[in-house]
């Protein structure tokens, strides 16, 4: 009899270890949230020091094409720049934009590495990667070679984020390409450098770059996205930059209710009038409705979100039925002695 006993509290011991395994395991398997931009959003090109460009540029996007610097001021070659949206130089607009860009800056680099690359595995290029976080490791620059291009495959689910922590430089080299397949975003993709990132002749690039110093686009190398640097300079030189907001109607419709995008900012900031006040105010009314409109027919909670809620039922539900093993094995124990 004592046998039997012995035997079923080990059966419930190893039942209440499997239950902490599939916790564990559907809390690593939580899908990665995408950074928050706020008030970045809207911008193509961001720096702290300087912008200066060469050739013939062009700064493009739906609500993104905007241009900021701060505390700087020189935009030396601007004359030969098409810009798309606003330029914020050492205005409120860019101040508070730079105040953001250091909030997404630390969330990108806050985030736990799924995967981490060595002095050894840092080329890019011919990698093909899913949704998760990419680190390098300690003074590891993040390359990607031409010989192949990076592809990053969202395996279908159009909510797959990816992550890229550079411990040290990006540099990408002259040809280089990152190719987006089964439903990645650019507007998903996130590279945070703790140095400085450069950007090869000709290459093709897609992400938004959070630089810690400064971002050389070198020439004719084209972005889609962002390119953002903290402290430091931006240097163009004949590249298109496009920059828009994710395909996702009701995505963008709840960036456009959350977030102000500049220029709405800079009417703010600059008017006074009573009259002028009043119309703005019409304006955000009729925007906030049209967008509440559009996220209530067309737009679903998130799978992210969807992930969150399912592993929070899960960890309930499975620490409720390790307490009642627990409890069951204590009760035994009791009893057989």
Known sequence: MKIHKKKSIAILLILAMLVLLIVRTSSSNAAEVRVNLRSTATFAVLAGTTITNTGTSVINGDTGGDVGLHPGSAFPGRTDVTIAGAVHLTDAVAQQAKVDLVLAYNDAAGRIPTTTFTETDN??????????????GHATTANLTASSPLILDAQGDPEAVFIFQSSSDLVTASGSEIQLVNGAKFCRIFWQVTSSATLGTN??????????????????????????????????DSNIITNGLCATVGETATESATLTSSATLAS??????????????????????????????????????????SNMGMTAAASGVFLAISGMVLYLRRKNS
């Open 123 to 136: 080329q890019l290029g011919g990698k093909t990667l899913t949704t998760g976080v990419y680190a390098f």
């Open 268 to 309: 703010t900031l600059a008017t006074t009038t009573a009259e002028t006040q009043t119309q703005t105010q019409m304006q955000t009314q009729t925007e906030t409705e049209t967008a509440t409109t559009v996220v209530k027919t067309e737009n679903s909670p998130k799978t992210a979100d969807y992930a969150d809620y």
């Open 203 to 236: 290459s093709h690039f897609v992400g938004h770059i959070f630089a810690l110093t400064s971002i050389h686009a070198q020439t004719g190398a084209t972005i889609q996205g962002q390119l953002l640097a903290r402290n430091g300079e931006v240097t163009l």
